[in-house]
C-alpha cells in the first residue's frame, strides 16, 4: 500500500448531496423510507400531551428497559437498567455518544480507525483534543493480527497522543464490511495486551445478510470490561433528525460520558424517546423484515451497477454498497462529477473514507431509499454511462 505524505483533501459529503436532486441521492448515510406510522402516531400523541420537558442526562427510564430487552434479545448481552453507576445510557444519536467518549477519555491521547474509515469518527476526535490514526485494509478488506499489534505498540509508547482506543465499525461505515469472529477476536487480543479501550460502533448491526453473523466485540471473552458499544436508531428506525442513539458497558466507563453528556446536551429528546419506548419491541419480526427489505436492494442495485461495469464488494451487509468504479475510470472524484453533469446522480467518492490514494477509484453508493428512488437514480448511473 502507498503512503499518503501529503494531507488529502477530501469531498464534503454533505456538499455533494446539496449538489444533486433527491432523486439522484445516492449519497448521505440516511434512510430516507417513511417512519413507521404507529411510532409517528406515538410521538404526535405525546407531543400533543405536553410531554416536551426536560428529562434525566442518562435517558427516558422506558426507553432504556427496552433497549436493554433489545440488547438482550439480539446481542446477547443482559444489562442491568438499575445498576449503580449505569450500564446503559440514551444519547444525542451515535454521535452523541462518541463525543462522550472522546471528551471523557481521549483529549490528549489518540484512537485507530480501520480505513476506510467513517469520516465523523475522526473528526469527533480531532474537533475534541484527540488525534486519529489510521490503519490501512488490505484490497480484500482484511488485516493481519501482528501487523494491527506492531502498528498499536509504537503508538502506544509514544510520548505525544499515546494511543488509548481503537475504533470498530462493523458492519462498517463506508464498506459495509462485516468483521468476522477471527478478526474480532485479533482486535479483543490487541487491546488486551496492550490495555487499550476498544470503542464498537454498531449501528448497522440489523443490515447483516451474508454468512457472517453480527457479533458485537463486548461478548468476547474478558472484553465487556473494556468496550464501550454504540448505537443508533437513526438508520434502523428511519429517524435521523431525532438524534437518538445509545452507548452501553461497564458502569465505570459509561458513567463518565454520562456526566459529559449531561454538560453537553442536557438530555436527548424527550417526547421523542416516549414515542419509540412504546414501539421499539412491539414488532417481535420488525429488525428481520428490515433485513429482508434491504437485501433485496442490495440484490437489486448490485446487478444493476454490476451491468454497469462496477465491481460489487461484498461486504456481507446492505446499507451501503462499496464499489471499485468501471475499469476504464481511475478517479471516483472526477467521475462522480461526471455523474452530477450528465445525470445529476451521485455517489461519494473513495477518497472521503481514506488518507491514502488506495481507494481513490472507488465509491459509496447508499440504497436506504425507497424502490422508486433508488430505480430512478440507477437508470441515471445507465443514463450517464450509456
Known sequence: ???????????????????????GNLVQGQSELPIDPQ???????????????????????????????????????????????????????GTGALIGIVQ??????????????????????????AKTETFELDARLTFEKDALLKKCKELKDRQDFPLKAIIVCTPANPSGKVMTEGELEAVAAVARELDLLVVSDEVYEHYVTGENPHIPIASLPDMWERTITVNSFSKSWNISGWRLGYC???????????????????????????????VLMADADYYEKLRDKFDGKRRFASEALSDLGFQIYNSGSAFYLWTRIPEEYNDALTFNEMLMSKARVAGVPGSAFADSDDWDAY?????????????GAL????????
Open 39 to 93: 411510532l409517528a402516531e406515538e410521538a404526535h400523541r405525546i407531543i400533543a400531551a405536553s410531554q416536551n420537558h426536560y428529562g434525566g442526562s442518562e435517558g427516558d427510564a422506558h426507553l432504556r428497559r427496552s433497549v436493554a430487552e433489545k440488547i438482550k434479545r439480539y446481542n446477547g448481552i443482559e444489562i442491568d437498567v438499575d445498576k449503580q453507576p449505569l450500564e446503559l445510557m440514551i444519547t444525542v444519536g
Open 363 to 375: 465509491m459509496r453508493i447508499c440504497i436506504a431509499r425507497e424502490d422508486s428512488i433508488l430505480e
Open 248 to 278: 452501553y458497558g461497564a458502569g465505570k466507563l459509561v458513567a463518565p460520558i454520562n456526566n459529559a453528556a449531561n454538560v453537553i446536551y442536557v438530555c436527548p429528546s424527550t417526547p421523542l424517546q416516549a414515542a419509540l419506548a412504546k
Open 1 to 23: 500500500m502507498k503512503e499518503q505524505t501529503a494531507k488529502k483533501t477530501k469531498p464534503d459529503i454533505r456538499h455533494i448531496t446539496r449538489l444533486v436532486p433527491p432523486e
Open 379 to 386: 437508470e441515471k448511473f445507465r443514463t450517464a454511462l450509456r
Open 104 to 129: 471523557s477519555y481521549l483529549r490528549d491521547k489518540s484512537a485507530l480507525v480501520f480505513e476506510p474509515y467513517y469520516p465523523y469518527h475522526r473528526r469527533i476526535l480531532e474537533e475534541f483534543g
